[in-house]
T-cell receptor
Framework: GAGVSQSPSNKVTEKGKDVELRCDPI?????LYWYRQSLGQGLEFLIY????????KSGLPSDRFSAERTGGSVSTLTIQRTQQEDSAVYLC????????????FGQGTRLTVV | KNEVEQSPQNLTAQEGEFITINCSYS?????LHWLQQHPGGGIVSLFM???GKKKHGRLIATINIQEKHSSLHITASHPRDSAVYIC??????????FGTGTRLTIIP
């Protein structure tokens, strides 16, 4: 596609429910990243994919968070048993290859846990 | 600890003024990125640099590796430049570590 696409753009969920956030990277980009932007916290790294593998998942805040990538393309970030502190904007970015490259960001998914 | 600090946190200026936003980091890096985020919008990459200086239109980014410091300059600022500017760094790996951002407001 023309850019990184994320869906949904907004999600309101009840505390305790599971949510799935989707990221469609730029076609041909092998590296994919998930970041989180919380109010007052700034941007923080969650997980990095190279192809379908996740060599760095050090930023996932708890075992309620998981992510997968299939076909070297679409990625899904899943949050189980959501808590109010999970409310944030979840941003996906992709790069042509691994290593240090320009990152292209999606518009983000705003998650609100009520 | 790998840290990125930006200053100022907030900056308000008159249209036409020369703008400087600063970024410093704690240890050696592979690359430094300047990003722009408009209200309610996504993030756009402005520059990626590992040495020297880059220029794109009215935007200039410089980096001093020895001083562990980078600056983003905007010449002839315009209200459409109003946004949050974020410095982000690769500390020798692929993931980005972000500064807290500088909220820039340009008044007509």
């Amino acid at each position: 596609g023309a850019g990184v696409s994320q869906s949904p753009s907004n999600k309101v969920t009840e505390k305790g429910k599971d949510v799935e956030l989707r990221c469609d990277p730029i076609s041909g980009h092998t590296a994919l990243y998930w970041y989180r932007q919380s109010l007052g916290q700034g941007l923080e790294f969650l997980i990095y994919f190279q192809g379908n593998s996740a060599p760095d998942k050090s930023g996932l805040p708890s075992d309620r968070f998981s992510a997968e990538r299939t076909g070297g393309s679409v990625s899904t970030l899943t949050i189980q048993r959501t808590q109010q502190e999970d409310s944030a904007v979840y941003l996906c970015a992709s790069s042509k290859t691994g290593g240090v490259n320009e990152a292209f960001f999606g518009q983000g998914t705003r998650l609100t846990v009520v | 600890k790998n840290e990125v600090e930006q200053s100022p946190q907030n900056l308000t200026a008159q249209e036409g003024e020369f703008i400087t936003i600063n970024c410093s980091y704690s240890v050696g890096i592979s690359a430094l990125h300047w990003l722009q985020q408009h209200p309610g919008g996504g993030i756009v990459s402005l520059f990626m640099l590992s040495s020297g200086k880059k220029k794109h239109g009215r935007l200039i980014a410089t980096i001093n590796i020895q001083e562990k410091h980078s600056s983003l300059h905007i010449t002839a600022s315009h209200p459409r430049d109003s946004a949050v500017y974020i410095c982000a760094v690769n500390f020798g790996n692929e993931k980005l570590t972000f500064g807290t951002g500088t909220r820039l407001t340009i008044i007509p």
